[in-house]
């Protein structure tokens, strides 16, 4: 299998994918696109890129291609099964879903506001009061997660799983921005932050030499 991913210093979906990738434990060839460098525009029509038109990740499994961060999770959940992934309690596991589907669908604001910037601790962030809602809304599902479905282990349902993947890049940005949050979520981001495999991610990050000026700038929006 191969995985192709952007940037790991900016690209949070590519983050997803990746995490996914790690958590069915299969083996996988990891490939980084630099995203919007030189010739981006000829890049992402090429065969490797073309089935998604240069989005990553984008996973190919033989003659399978699946792109999509939450595609991808979902490929991996049927190969190895979806435990691995998914709470086994019926009611944690449908509130596991409903929040990666809204972290995949949603926080408009905040993803706009604070692009997934790993290197980088911004001072002075002014973030608009719909990107703060946004955080207010993740900060009071992970209290939810934590309290009703929590106590089996340092994660939102417990154990690493499908709802930990998706708000990883969230945990990062509530760093980099220096977003004050409560001790419950402060402990569940110190959790996710020193994850083996986040650990993996950042080191990585840190020594890419790209740089994305646009993703580089403290927000003033406040």
């Known amino acids: 299998m191969k995985l192709i ?12 994918g990746w995490l996914a990738a790690k958590q069915s434990g299969l083996g996988f060839e990891e490939i980084i696109t630099p995203l919007f460098g030189e010739n981006w525009d000829n890049r992402r029509e090429t065969e490797s890129l073309q089935p998604s038109f240069g989005k ?12 999509d961060s939450l595609a991808i999770m979902e490929y991996f959940a049927d190969r190895v099964g979806r435990d691995r992934f998914w709470p086994k309690d019926e009611s944690a596991r449908g509130m596991a879903r409903a929040m990666v589907a809204e972290m995949h669908s949603s926080y408009a604001a905040l993803r706009s506001e604070c692009p997934m910037n790993i290197r980088r601790k911004f001072e002075g962030a002014q973030l608009s009061e ?12 992970w209290a939810e997660a934590r309290s009703r479905f929590g ?19 969230v945990v990062s940005r509530l760093i980099s921005y220096q977003v004050a949050v409560p001790g419950f ?18 080191k990585a990050s840190e020594e890419e030499e790209w740089v994305i000026e646009q993703y580089e700038v403290t927000p003033q929006n406040g």
């Open 56 to 67: 990553v990740p984008i996973l190919w499994d033989g003659d399978n291609v699946i792109w």
């Open 185 to 202: 979520a402060a402990a569940y981001m110190q959790a996710v932050w020193e994850h083996d495999w986040m650990q993996e991610w950042i």
């Open 130 to 141: 719909a990107c703060q809602q946004d955080i207010v809304r993740v900060l009071g599902l």
């Open 151 to 169: 106590s089996g282990g340092p994660f939102l349902f417990g154990t690493f799983g499908a709802a930990d993947i998706f708000y990883a890049p």
């Open 5 to 16: 991913i952007g940037n790991k210093n900016y690209s949070s979906w590519s983050l997803r």
